[in-house]
């Protein structure tokens, strides 16, 4: 048999059962009209001859019980193993990694998380919220560019020059 689960073999078919957590020993016990939503496809039909031929090569011993197992390949029940294959895996970009390590207070911590995720409290964000203002750009620089948290924090003539009176290694932080 193959790696794969029958659902995945046999998509046409999976697409009529009424138990869509049918065990084998289920399967063989019960009558098709409980199994599955009649009448099949042609494509379903061919799929459960296919499935029906299959089980039937198979020597089975009425003893054994059906074993469950999960698609991350063990018996076991994991929800953190659950959580990462419904959730997927992404990158995550190296600041948030030293956002969190480093020794700063959490208030700040969680400030920079807001700014990396764009979730500060904007006018551009206000706007998307469907918040009312009169107008939408930055009341800081006074220029017709909308406020936006990379405009308000490293574009903005007024935060820049702030920026610029803090020194870091001997140089000023923002370059225009």
């Known amino acids: 048999m193959s790696d794969q689960n029958l659902q995945e073999l046999y998509p046409q078919l999976f697409s009529f059962t009424k138990k869509k957590k049918c065990s084998i020993r289920f399967f063989l016990d019960q009558d098709m009209n409980r199994i599955f939503s009649l009448p099949l496809s042609t494509q379903a039909t061919n799929q459960l001859e296919e499935v029906q031929t299959l089980i039937q090569q198979r020597t089975w011993n009425a003893d054994t019980k059906d074993i469950w197992c ?9 929800s953190k193993k659950a959580y990462k294959i419904l959730i997927g895996h992404t990158e995550t970009s190296p600041l948030f990694n030293w956002m969190w390590a480093s020794s700063n207070l959490g208030k700040h911590k969680f400030f920079f998380w807001l700014l990396l ?9 206000l706007r998307s919220k469907n918040m009312e203002l009169e107008n939408y750009n930055c009341v800081l620089c006074n220029s ?12 903005c003539h007024f935060s820049t020059a702030y920026w610029n009176t803090i020194p870091y290694a001997g140089t000023q932080i923002c370059h225009l």
């Open 70 to 78: 999960y698609s991350w390949g063990s018996c076991k029940c994991s």
């Open 117 to 125: 995720r764009d979730g500060m409290n904007t006018r551009n964000l």
């Open 144 to 155: 017709d560019c909308e406020e936006t948290s990379i405009h308000l924090f490293f574009e």
